[in-house]
């Protein structure tokens, strides 16, 4: 007799196509009703069915009443559970991406190496947590011969979580840092829960790639058999930073061959780890290594990461998709070498930061002084109370405010701050 999933699985497989947002219903797709602390996807089974959705699959003894929906015990546990079935079924070999910065830009630039060989199914935008890992993994497809899937997290145990639905064969972590302290408790809490894809990599009898010069993440996959990256001239994969004012071009060599300058559209030498992440993903999976390098080359990013932006009044460096003291740091010691007659640095409060968050910022405004940053706008009500001699404003519409009776013009300006801040807002009028 058939198990619930394998029945669910038999649906599926006749309507491949999930979702579990109403407005992305198409015709015969199976829709699942999550429900969430401020949504609740029962109250739109109806709709989605009447959008042409062939199945909904709710846990609510109250939803709406029709032969076409299913019934489980827990909708989000069933899609979980679903995906990692699927996943079974075809056994492609997978490769996950996880760190605190950096993960998305990587998972980007490896799939756009590995594409110029394979067909690659790769994570969407940053459809990186227990909804949007499974989700991914229902888009795999026999035709896909690889899949890059990203996986973010915010609280301990929420990278097992993820392992243990998509079972990776090979393991990448950016780095680590100090981000989400406030879910992790401490930074040695990011450690751990990063590092549980080592654990389950290590498991399996997989692959990890570590950068070699990052001793936390060297230290950690001891034990794995690692595929090795990084600036030294020994590795198979190497490279140096060939300039950076503003966008990073790269000298990149692959098994000892030199492969090139490349120019990149990637501003910030913290890029580099990623760029040289991918080329030694697509080294080892065994794309040429000119391919590597016109995959690098021809990668923009998008998604207000580090994205340059040339207005009408000024040069723009929006990075404000997210903030954490690792990657302030970073935005801002970059953007310091950068060569510009005029710089305005605008910064966004570092959500999520728990008890550290005070003495974070302090640290944050210390560097902007030490830098030798003078023209800076702080948003966010941390920053406000770290501020010392810069202008800072509540949150970011009395930034807002401020530039619109203060237009700048002639400056290159960087962005940089938690998502939450909605920075991007600035972009008007700037």
């Known amino acids: 007799m058939k198990t619930e999933i394998e029945k669910l699985y038999d649906i599926y497989l006749s309507n491949p196509d999930v979702t579990t947002d109403t407005r992305k219903c198409r015709p015969g797709a199976v829709f699942f ?20 959705c062939a199945y ?41 991406i996880t760190g605190t910065n950096g993960k998305t830009t990587t998972k980007e630039l490896t799939a ?10 790769a994570t969407d935008g940053n459809l990186n947590n227990q909804i949007g890992v499974p989700l991914t993994l229902l888009k795999l497809r026999a035709e896909h011969s690889l899949a890059v899937i990203e996986m973010g997290a915010s609280h301990p145990g929420d990278i097992k979580e993820l392992v243990d639905i998509a079972e990776p064969d090979y393991g990448l972590i950016t780095n680590v840092g100090k981000g989400h302290l406030l879910g992790f408790g401490s930074f040695e809490g990011v450690i751990r829960t990063k590092c549980e894809l080592y654990d ?29 990256y990084g600036v030294s001239p020994t590795l198979k994969v190497n490279g140096s930073i060939a300039g950076s004012s503003p966008f990073l071009s790269v000298s990149l060599n692959i098994s000892g061959e030199h492969v090139g300058n490349l120019p990149t559209s990637l501003i910030g030498d913290y890029n580099i780890n990623n760029i040289l992440a991918a080329a030694s993903a697509g080294d080892y999976f065994g794309v ?79 560097m902007f002084e030490s830098l030798g940053f003078d023209n800076v706008l702080l948003a966010g009500a941390e920053f406000s109370a770290s501020a010392g001699r810069y202008k800072a404003f509540a949150d970011t519409s009395a930034l807002l405010e401020h530039l619109k009776n203060n237009p ?23």
Request: with cysteine; proline share 3%; aromatic share 6%.
């Open 408 to 430: 700048p013009e002639g400056y290159m300006i960087l962005i940089k701050g938690s998502r939450g801040m909605k920075l991007e807002s600035c972009l008007p009028l700037l």
């Open 200 to 228: 389950h990599i290590r498991q399996k009898g997989g692959k990890v790639f570590v950068r070699r010069e990052d001793d936390i993440l060297y230290r950690k996959s001891e034990g794995i058999e690692r595929i090795e």
């Open 56 to 96: 909904a699959v709710t846990d609510s003894d109250d939803s709406y009443r029709d032969d076409r929906v299913i019934k489980v015990g827990n909708v989000l546990a069933t899609l979980q559970e679903l995906a990692r079935h699927h996943r079974r079924q075809l056994n492609t070999p997978m490769l996950a």
């Open 112 to 121: 756009a190496v590995l594409s110029r060989k394979f067909n690659v199914l």
């Open 288 to 366: 040429p290594a000119a391919d590597v390098a016109a995959a690098i080359t021809a990668y923009k990013p998008t998604n207000s990461r580090s994205q340059y932006i040339k207005g009408a009044r000024n040069e723009i460096i929006l990075d404000a998709y997210n903030a954490n003291p690792s990657s302030m740091k970073a935005a801002a010691e970059n953007f310091a070498s950068i060569a510009a007659p005029r710089k305005m640095l605008i910064a966004g409060d570092m959500l999520e930061l728990g008890a550290e968050s005070r003495s974070e910022h302090d640290k944050a405004v210390a």
């Open 33 to 52: 009703a999550l429900k969430g602390e401020h949504f609740d996807g029962n109250r739109f089974i109806k709709a989605a069915l009447d959008a042409g």
